[in-house]
């Protein structure tokens, strides 16, 4: 880009969005251009909170700004359709949509195909990857330190439903337990270890159609590699949601979540490194410093001109994986 600011509008002012939007207004090259939502009384507020940037109720009045990046922000299940709606007025070229990229692997294809077609860099928010401790898993893992990898368990638990009734609109405002969270923990299985087959699967506690509230299932991949995922957002004693994995290896184990990262291997030698070790500064906190860091990044990729990850097509397979475990476990019914 020839700018020396980026001009940005994010679109869906939910939780997401004035989090991204709050972090995008204080990144020295970024021009916090304009905001969007479909909400009166949500963009009066904006107004008050955000000086001098256009607020707008329709993906359509951008057009006008001259945006060089968009921030999708609003529900899952209309991802695509604003992408769609950016794409074909060009409203903008490069985009970020938040977790996950669509509601169905179908979509995640149309719009990944859109993408490309357009050119621009593309993004996805799985922030995890952004997390001081997943990054130093990933490293030991590409420096082979636990040997060949055999096997992984990995978990997403909360207690954000536990005891909701069925059918509770706030569950399915934010779809099941695979997309809510445990998207998460999908992606980062796939950054470490490439490729996965859904091999079982099984729901439990179904609210409404694709809004399950725990689920269980198995993955494999030809090398022999095989994994487990635990996911649940009815889970007690989970206050805040945590993310995590066990990983064996040829050579040991390792244990890595938000907070820490714990090596043991076969000879006896044992390594622990907490968030405050891995130097986990930013600066500017707001949310987690995760966040920070992937705005920083894709900001810094749309400059640059040079590709950003997770982009479309990475994310994409966490819904096709998403999409393979609804499928399995309505098989095994």
């Not at 337990?177 to 470490?192: K, P």
């Not at 130097?279 to 990044?297: I, K, M």
């Amino acid at each position: 880009m020839s700018r020396e600011k980026l001009r940005v509008a994010v679109v869906g002012l939910g939780k997401m969005g004035v989090l991204h939007a709050s972090i995008l207004n204080i990144l020295p090259n970024v021009q916090l251009t304009a905001l969007c939502d479909k909400s009166t009384v949500i963009l009066k507020f904006s107004k008050r909170i955000f000086n001098r940037v256009h607020v707008v109720d329709d993906v359509e009045k951008l057009s006008a700004l001259d945006i060089d990046v968009i921030y999708v922000t609003t529900p899952i299940f209309s991802h695509s359709l604003v992408a769609k709606n950016v794409y074909s007025r060009e409203i903008a070229r490069n985009l970020f949509i938040e977790k996950t990229l669509a509601s169905s692997y179908d979509e995640a294809k149309e719009v990944c195909e859109l993408a490309q077609a357009f050119g621009g860099v593309n993004m996805v928010g799985y922030m995890k990857r952004f997390a001081v401790t997943f990054r130093k898993a990933k490293n030991l893992l590409t420096q082979e330190t636990l040997g060949e990898v055999s096997s992984f368990d990995a978990y997403a638990y909360s207690s954000d439903f536990l005891g909701s009734k069925k059918n509770s609109k706030t569950s399915a405002s934010r779809g099941g337990a695979l997309r809510d969270s445990g998207c998460h923990v999908v992606d980062l299985a796939l950054w470490f270890f490439g490729d996965l087959q859904v091999d079982s699967a099984k729901l439990q506690s179904p609210t409404e159609k694709d809004s399950e509230n725990s689920v269980y299932f198995r993955v494999k991949k030809p090398s022999g590699l095989e994994g487990k995922f635990s996911v649940s957002r009815c889970m007690e004693n989970y206050r805040l949601p945590e993310m995590g994995l066990l990983v064996r290896g040829s050579k040991g184990i390792m244990r890595v979540n938000d907070d820490k990262v714990s090596l043991k291997l076969k000879g006896g030698k044992s390594s622990t490194w907490y968030r405050h070790d891995l130097n986990d500064n930013v600066f500017f906190w707001l949310g987690a410093p995760e966040y920070v860091r992937e705005d920083e990044y894709f900001v810094k990729s749309v400059l640059e001109n040079r590709s950003a990850e997770p982009s479309f097509y990475a994310a994409s397979k966490v819904d096709y994986i998403i999409d393979q475990v609804r499928y399995r476990a309505g098989r095994n019914e």
